[in-house]
């Protein structure tokens, strides 16, 4: 009998998830699973799922309810287990509320799915009895989850989150993270250089930092130190190898004079930075919780842009908080034109069990929550627009990531995380190129290689682009 097994994740939500169905598929491969890119022909399918909207959530029962339908209809059994911020918040109601599930996990007992797993198939196929385990055991995961083999970075390509914090102490009124993602940790820094160097090794050329919070990181150093972002920024800009880094998602709070020189003295640090504010209203966001106000948001995106001037920013919004009136939401339109954003998320607010917005009076009426949503992306879709119609002529460097759609074409990554279709050999995958943008349409960027690290010494010249602050005062 073949040990071979066959494995699909499906991700919802967050980067965090894309990290940990990563990490659930490394300790999987150990098993003996391989992974699918259908469900259909899976021995397990584990759904990894996202609890902070409404949507996000239902779409998991809907999953479900399509999972058993296709195998009753095949005659078939897969083992199904429920991972992620659900299964963290809903644990044994999804065995009540769905038919078909083996197994409930919440995130921070991923190490265990080889005991629980092989628990849930001794049950067999009695699914009442479906395992669920939620707690926030006291060891440390990362301890347990074994790393990638060289073979599986490579196969992933030239780019790699790295979680490095995890948890959320912020306790904003609409969030289900602090709940389901519990308190703030942040890693030892040794073990994420590990990570890092290894990634390198096997050709990963950018890392994204993640977390929750991510710039509120302040992991143990060798001497028992305390070390900040800024900090493990720089020692991972200094891994052989890495060519470009990032850090998501941050708050504003945590944006101090530190991290803001890191911008200006790391090359490496890429000219991008997603910083929610979720609102531009002062009344707005205290009644959020949200510790800092629309006056703190202008002050760190203009020290931000003196110590970087091509950075570029983007965003999460919120429209229709508890009690929002129309004078609230012409702040937050007024917020985003004083701005200008090159990109940026913006979402209905969504009530959430348990939070304490969900049980504020005055929940604004949806069909105002639609209008202004309109009305925001509207204006954010305007930005980006002539944000990326400014690259046109520029030049800059693009991380060259995967094949095209046609024979002979590269994509890769602008600074600014913009998709740029170029002609480029597959040998040029993982190389920096330097490319002139040609032609700009709303998915993504073309243009011409003028050289790189693959194509040859570069031709000097000034090809750093003027950031989207000095393009929106033109
Ligand atoms: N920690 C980050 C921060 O503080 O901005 C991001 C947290 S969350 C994973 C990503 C985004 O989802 C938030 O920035 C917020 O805009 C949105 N979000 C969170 N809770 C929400 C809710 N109840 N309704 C609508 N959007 C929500
Ligand atoms: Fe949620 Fe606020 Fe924490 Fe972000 S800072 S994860 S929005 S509680």
Redesign the pocket.
């Known amino acids: 009998m073949s040990d071979t097994r066959k494995l699909y994740v499906r991700s919802f939500g967050c980067q965090m998830n894309v990290y940990d169905a990563q990490r659930m598929t490394d300790t999987l491969a150990k098993e003996g699973y391989v992974e699918t890119d259908s469900p259909d022909d899976a021995d397990l399918v584990i759904l990894n799922t996202c609890h902070i909207r409404e949507k996000a959530a239902e779409k998991v029962y809907s999953e479900l309810g399509r999972l058993k339908k296709a195998q009753e209809e095949a005659g078939r059994r897969q083992m199904v287990a429920v991972a992620g911020c659900v299964a963290q918040a809903e644990g044994g109601e999804i065995l009540k509320r769905a038919r078909g599930v083996d197994l409930v996990v919440g995130p921070q007992s991923y190490h265990k799915l080889p005991e629980l797993l092989a628990d849930a198939a001794r049950r067999g196929h009695n699914r009442r009895a479906g395992i669920v385990e939620t707690e926030f055991p006291v060891e440390d995961k990362f301890d347990f989850l074994p790393p990638p083999t060289p073979a599986a970075i490579a196969k992933r390509g030239p780019t790699a989150f790295v979680t490095v914090q995890e948890g959320?102490?912020?306790?904003?009124t609409?969030?289900?993270?602090?709940y389901t993602?519990g308190a703030e940790v942040s890693r030892p820094l040794a073990k994420i250089l590990d990570e890092v160097i290894r990634l390198a090794e096997a050709g990963v050329r950018e890392v994204t930092l993640i977390g929750?919070?991510v710039n509120a990181y302040h992991g143990a150093d060798a001497a028992g130190r305390t070390a900040n972002l800024p900090e493990l920024v720089r020692r991972i800009a200094e891994v052989p190898g890495i060519a470009r880094v990032r850090y998501t998602?941050s708050?504003p709070r945590d944006m101090d004079d530190e991290l803001i020189a890191a911008h200006r003295e790391l090359p490496a640090l890429m000219p991008y930075l997603h910083l929610?504010v979720?609102s531009g209203s002062n009344r707005v966001l205290a009644a959020m919780n949200?510790k800092h106000d629309r006056e703190l948001f202008f002050d760190i995106v203009a020290r931000v842009r003196a110590a970087r001037p091509d950075i570029a920013f983007s965003s999460d919004f919120i429209v229709g908080f508890p009690g929002e009136t129309e004078a609230d939401f012409t702040e937050t339109m007024d917020l985003v034109e004083r701005v200008g954003f090159a990109s940026a998320f913006s979402f209905k607010y969504s009530p959430r069990p348990g939070t304490p917005a969900a049980g504020m009076g005055e929940q604004v009426p949806e069909a105002a929550k639609s209008e202004r949503i309109h009305a925001l992306q509207a204006l954010l879709d305007r930005q980006k627009a002539a944000f990326d119609a400014a690259c046109r002529g520029r030049r800059f460097d693009i991380l060259l990531e995967k094949p095209g759609r046609f024979p002979g074409q590269l994509i890769g990554r602008s600074p600014y995380l913009q998709s740029v279709v170029v002609e480029a050999p597959l040998e040029a995958i993982g190389t920096l190129a330097e490319v002139e943008v040609r032609e700009v349409s709303t998915k993504s960027l073309s243009g011409d290689i003028c050289g790189g690290e693959f194509f040859g010494e570069r031709p000097a010249r000034e090809s750093r682009f003027i950031g989207q602050g000095e393009k929106l005062e033109a």
Do not use: E, G, S
């Not at 959320?168 to 904003?172: G, L, Y």
């Open positions: 959320c102490d912020k306790f904003c609409f969030c289900v993270v602090p993602r929750q919070n998602t708050h929610p979720q949200r």
